[in-house]
């Protein structure tokens, strides 16, 4: 729910911004051709229609970030582990001595619904307020769409009562004027209900008239088919779907029916350019345009939906002053306005969907700093990654002691710390929440927990851990110690509780690997680490930092070169498992990746990895 309503209020962003530059641009070619801005608005809507997939699959770019979003850090996520923790966990807070300078968590530039969404939900009334709004733009999302499809079931019952036009006069004319057209498939039919000739239709276009157009002079008949054929060369209903479609999504922001009504009254002007220039004089196509429109008052009765109409009462004066004035350009558009216009949007929107704020960088301070044990470190609910304290004989008295050569490559054989810009959780995909990974406990699980057999078999000592958080009273919203202890006493099985839970980690769901993977660092057992090595390949980032979590928990050397390949991980929560882990190895040949990520993007990844090696305080 909190994705969807990121996007509903990015959605109110993103296109604001890009067709405010349309709006701009279009001021600026006022003197230039109808068709030239109808093309620009054509191109801003069908790019405003793009945004939510461009921000979908365009790499996060990279902006440093000028101010502190920090209010808004996601949720921590030593609070989601544990609190079940080793003993030798602290917890350190991005608004600590050691992170209050540094940048702030890296977010997508104009998705103000990500920072929204992902402010704290403790508080029912906004979370509820958030349900309300998504159901109303859902209703207006469907409101608009049955609208479309309304319009095209009316377009089908009009052009099935309509009848071919026999008059030999249009017929004539029209046959005139069907040479100019790409396709042959266009059908010339009047009909009853039609008040003033229009068009409609994508795949079999048709051109309605009214049932009276016999009546009508020459220059009337030809002015009027002229201006029906250009809307059908220009395809204009397949842009006005277009812009139907972006109402219907955007059916909240005012710019994007502005954006349609401009669309739509420049098509009007481009068509009467054609007909200008197809020889009919500028004051006989006024006249005609205006008799059009007066025949179409005096019926009385609405155009038929899902028809682009010739009489627009509310366009006819800019129109007739256009038609009129001998200034006006009437040119039509040119393949190379064509891809300009395009390619001038799509880097618009580009550049609109992908850049994301990320962390300041930072430097590493010389190696006769302060200690690192100098840095104070606050204890606060605020984001950060559980950072366990490096063992006495990681840690020497005399930091020479240790070699380590700062800024060094790492070896050849080891992976480099190149990782993407943007921090899943920062982006705000569909497991960004915490409660994602919240597994429904069904009465069924609830009585097997209750089971006491493991109390008394192998497993015990897990047992025990876990019988004890059951009474454990959650401290906030994301807690779920109590419910992943519930569900693993429930996997119990003859008095056995670890094999079944190595069982549960190739499980299809990964809410239920991760439950696994957390109870396995609960029991330390070393038998699962070839499936939690697995499970750092998960494409799941929430299933990887489980995993690396319950793999620092255990702490065997055999996962050393997955952890090894981790460090490059997108998650910081994954990445700094990875360097608590290599820490505690104390292996000279991951000591160039643990000196690498002492540049890490993330203060939590920094501050583990100037433990794990002993080195001076760093800079921000």
């Known amino acids: 729910m909190s994705q969807l309503f990121a996007f509903v209020v990015a959605a109110a962003i ?23 801005r109808h093309a620009l608005w054509t191109a801003a809507i069908a790019a405003s229609l793009s945004l939510p997939l461009l921000g979908a699959i365009l790499p996060n770019v990279g902006v440093r970030n000028p101010f502190s979003v920090s209010g808004f850090a996601s949720a921590t996520w030593s609070r989601i582990v544990g609190p079940a923790l080793p003993p030798n966990v602290n917890v350190p807070s991005e608004t600590s001595a050691t992170a209050k300078e540094t940048a702030p968590a890296s977010r997508a530039l104009f998705d103000i619904g990500e920072i929204f969404a992902s402010a704290p939900s403790g508080a ?4 509820q307020i958030r349900e309300v709004l998504i159901l109303v733009w859902l209703a207006g999302v469907i409101l608009g769409l049955s609208r479309i499809l309304r319009s095209s ?9 309509a009848t071919t036009v026999s008059d030999a006069r249009i017929v004539a004319v029209w046959r005139q004027l069907e040479q100019r057209l790409a396709s042959r498939n266009v059908l010339l039919v009047d009909a009853d209900s039609v008040t003033a000739p229009g068009t409609a239709g994508i795949i079999r276009p048709t051109i309605f008239l009214p049932r009276g157009a016999a009546e009508w002079g020459a220059i009337r008949i030809r002015a009027t088919l002229a201006h029906e054929c250009a809307h059908v060369g220009r395809c204009d209903c397949l842009t ?15 710019l994007v029916w502005y954006a349609r009504r401009r669309m739509i009254a420049e098509s009007e002007r481009a068509c009467d350019d054609q007909v200008i220039r197809d020889g009919v004089r500028p004051e006989r196509y006024a006249s005609v345009l205006v008799e059009t429109v007066r025949a179409s008052l005096l019926q009385r009765k609405g155009q038929p939906a899902g028809v682009l109409s010739m009489a627009r009462p509310s366009e006819l004066e800019t129109r007739l002053v256009s038609i009129l004035d001998p200034s006006r350009s009437r040119g039509r558009v040119s393949w190379r306005v064509t891809i300009a216009t395009a390619s001038a949007t799509i880097v618009v929107a580009v550049l609109i969907s992908a850049p994301h704020l990320d962390a300041a960088s930072i430097e590493v301070a010389p190696i006769d700093a302060a200690p690192i044990d100098a840095v104070s470190i606050d204890d606060g609910p605020t984001d950060a990654a ?26 050849a054989q080891l992976p480099s710390l190149q990782v993407p810009a943007g921090e899943p959780d920062r982006r705000r995909d569909s497991i960004a929440s915490p409660l994602s990974e919240r597994v429904a406990l069904s009465a069924e699980i609830k009585s097997a927990a209750r089971n006491t057999a493991a109390l008394r078999g192998p ?14 009273s959650p401290t906030w919203e994301g807690d779920l110690v109590r419910d992943r202890s519930t569900w693993a006493l429930s996997r119990q099985q003859g008095g056995l509780l670890v094999d079944p839970l190595i069982e549960s980690l190739t499980d299809r769901d990964w809410r239920i690997r991760a439950y696994a993977a957390w109870a396995r660092a609960e029991s330390g057992a070393s038998r ?4 939690l090595v697995a499970l750092l390949s998960d494409p799941n980032w929430r299933m990887r930092a489980m995993a690396g979590y319950a793999l620092v928990a255990i702490g065997d050397q055999r996962a050393g070169a997955a952890m090894a390949t981790a460090i490059a991980d997108e998650a910081w929560q994954v990445r700094v498992s990875a360097v608590h882990f290599l820490g505690e190895l104390h292996n000279p040949k991951y000591q160039p990746l643990l000196e690498t990520a002492l540049a890490d993007r993330h203060v939590s990844v920094r501050q583990a990895a100037a433990e794990a090696l002993g ?3 760093i800079q921000r």
């Open 14 to 36: 993103r296109p604001t911004i890009l067709l405010l530059a349309a709006a701009g641009v279009a001021v600026l070619l006022r003197n230039r051709a109808a068709a030239v």
């Open 124 to 127: 029912s009334p906004a979370a």
């Open 153 to 161: 079931v009316a377009v089908i019952r009009l052009r099935r009562s």
């Open 240 to 254: 006005q779907l277009l812009a139907d479609t972006a109402v219907a999504l955007y059916w909240f922001n005012p």
């Open 386 to 411: 559980p950072t366990r304290s490096a063992p006495a004989e990681a840690a020497p008295a005399d930091p020479q002691t240790r070699p380590r050569v700062i800024g060094a490559e790492p070896a």
């Open 459 to 472: 497993d015990s000592v897990l047992a025990r851990e876990l019988y004890a958080q059951l009474s454990r």
């Open 528 to 531: 699962a680490v070839p499936a």
């Open 615 to 617: 080195v001076t305080t």
